[in-house]
């Protein structure tokens, strides 16, 4: 069966988050839904990262299947058509090879963090950034990020409802950086813990505001407990960059040599 491959930006405000609910609306499925509509067919996405109630998307990716042959620029058109007026853009699609897989197959996960620090209040970018309206230090903030790069015990950073297997994580990059009154945190590492990306936000944001010394930090990743970490930074301010996947060639060759392991 023929499987496709999705390119997705998303407002996140309306939805209780990626993954399908119950009783609450979610982008999956939105989408899902849309596909159905378009083709017939009962699809079921497949994310690349299952982004919480108000996180937002510039760049998630999903696959699906469906029996019918259809080009990549009649999918994306079909489903922007169905989707319309949820704030759901697919910028792109294209059929895949059926090893592909959104969430198995991704190598990298790039988040963006934004915060905003000046007194006045963020009109037009309400549950878009954290607007927190006091100076904040941005390179006392990069000194503290430091610490947290390579691979560490994340449990402090790890929510209590985390699915992962291990706290184990490797960090690849935590840059602070700052535009105007914009304060950009861009993280990346091949995957996240639940709530980790907000969390080390919020810690960090101690720093900023002068509250807790650089050194703090690294203390707080090494009591590898919940009751260390700084507050969770909100959702609206998170947004999902990019999503990098090996070659198919490099895929089967990590899929035969966990097949071997």
């Known amino acids: 069966m023929p499987r496709y491959k999705i390119l997705i930006e998303y407002d996140g405000r309306p939805y209780s988050g990626w993954q399908r609910q119950a009783n609450a609306p979610s982008v999956q499925q939105t989408i899902d839904e849309a596909i159905h509509r378009f083709s017939g067919e009962a699809a079921l996405t497949k994310g690349a990262g299952r982004t919480d109630t108000g996180v937002h998307a510039l760049g998630q990716v999903a696959h699906f299947d469906l029996s019918g042959l259809w080009s990549g620029d009649r999918i994306r058109d079909a489903m922007n058509a169905q989707l319309r007026p949820a704030p759901i853009a697919i910028l792109e699609a294209e059929p895949v090879s059926d090893i592909f897989d959104a969430r198995r197959s ?3 996960r790039h988040y963006l963090y934004r915060v905003i620090d000046r007194r006045a209040p963020a009109a037009l970018d309400i549950d878009r950034v ?11 903030m990069q000194q503290a990020a430091d610490s947290l790069l390579g691979k560490h015990d994340f449990t402090t950073f790890r929510s209590a409802d985390c699915q992962a297997l291990s706290p184990l994580k490797t960090l690849d990059r935590l840059d602070v950086s700052r535009v105007g009154s914009e304060i950009l945190f861009e993280v990346s590492a091949r995957s996240f813990l639940h709530n980790q990306v907000r969390s080390m936000v919020g810690t960090l944001k101690k720093v900023g505001e002068g509250k807790w010394p650089v050194s703090r930090v690294r203390d707080v990743l090494d009591a590898r407990d919940r009751k260390a970490c700084g507050p969770v930074a909100p959702p609206g301010g998170l947004y999902l960059v990019r999503v990098d996947y090996a070659s198919d060639a490099e895929q089967a060759m990590d899929e035969e040599e966990q097949d071997q392991a």
């Open 106 to 108: 991704a190598v990298a």
């Open 130 to 140: 954290w607007d927190v309206r006091k100076s904040l230090d941005i390179d006392a």
